[in-house]
């Protein structure tokens, strides 16, 4: 058996890092407008793949989440619902204050996103993104031919994420 490249070693606890790191940063910035990522988790998947996004395949998305369980699920979603933001039974679509509220975090995480990346080579990032998602697809391709059905969508079938 051939010897891996060291990288191969690093690759899950590095990207299990730069995730936590991110996620934290991203929480910090929410804080500051008083929203929790699971908000802004359910708003962006509404407003990337709506309009008329199944409630049963955002739930499906939301619960592979790490925060996040089928009960929470459904209370985060009744939240957004009571709170003017979604509406919709089986299909779910943003209201016009959800439409504003979403773009409005658009807006204001993009600040420290761009911050952060702009330090790095445009080149560098293009390709961390192409070999993720293609390290992604692999992987789903991996749980669809082993019968696991329940798996999140892999980042090439995100819109505007």
Same mark, same amino acid.
């Given at each position: 058996?051939?010897? /891996?490249?060291?990288?191969?070693?690093?690759?899950?606890? #590095? @990207?299990?890092? &730069?995730?936590?790191?991110? #996620?934290?940063?991203?929480?910090?910035? @929410?804080?500051?407008?008083?929203?929790? /990522? *699971?908000?802004?988790?359910?708003? !962006? =998947?509404? &407003?990337?793949?709506? /309009?008329? =996004?199944?409630? $049963?395949?955002?739930?499906?998305?939301?619960?592979?989440?790490?925060? =996040?369980?089928? $009960?929470?699920?459904?209370?985060?979603?009744?939240?957004?619902? +009571? *709170?003017?933001?979604?509406?919709?039974? +089986?299909?779910?679509? @943003?209201?016009?204050?959800? *439409?504003?509220?979403?773009?409005?975090?658009?807006?204001?995480? &993009?600040?420290?996103?761009?911050?952060?990346?702009?330090?790095?080579?445009?080149? $560098?990032?293009?390709?961390?993104?192409?070999?993720? !998602? &293609?390290?992604? *697809?692999? +992987?789903?391709?991996? @749980? $669809?031919?082993?019968?696991? #059905?329940?798996? /999140?969508?892999?980042?090439?079938?995100? +819109?505007?994420?």
């Amino acid at each position: 058996m051939t010897t /891996p490249p060291a990288g191969f070693g690093q690759f899950g606890q #590095t @990207l299990a890092f &730069a995730e936590q790191t991110l #996620t934290a940063v991203l929480r910090r910035h @929410l804080a500051e407008r008083n929203t929790t /990522p *699971e908000t802004w988790y359910g708003l !962006q =998947l509404i &407003a990337t793949r709506g /309009p008329g =996004l199944s409630r $049963d395949a955002l739930s499906e998305r939301l619960e592979l989440s790490r925060t =996040l369980s089928a $009960d929470s699920t459904r209370e985060l979603l009744a939240r957004l619902e +009571a *709170e003017g933001l979604i509406r919709g039974e +089986a299909s779910l679509d @943003l209201t016009p204050a959800g *439409e504003t509220l979403h773009r409005s975090l658009s807006e204001y995480i &993009a600040g420290p996103r761009i911050q952060l990346l702009s330090q790095f080579d445009v080149n $560098d990032i293009e390709t961390t993104v192409r070999t993720l !998602q &293609a390290i992604a *697809e692999r +992987a789903a391709q991996d @749980l $669809d031919a082993n019968g696991q #059905t329940s798996r /999140p969508q892999t980042p090439t079938a995100r +819109a505007g994420t």
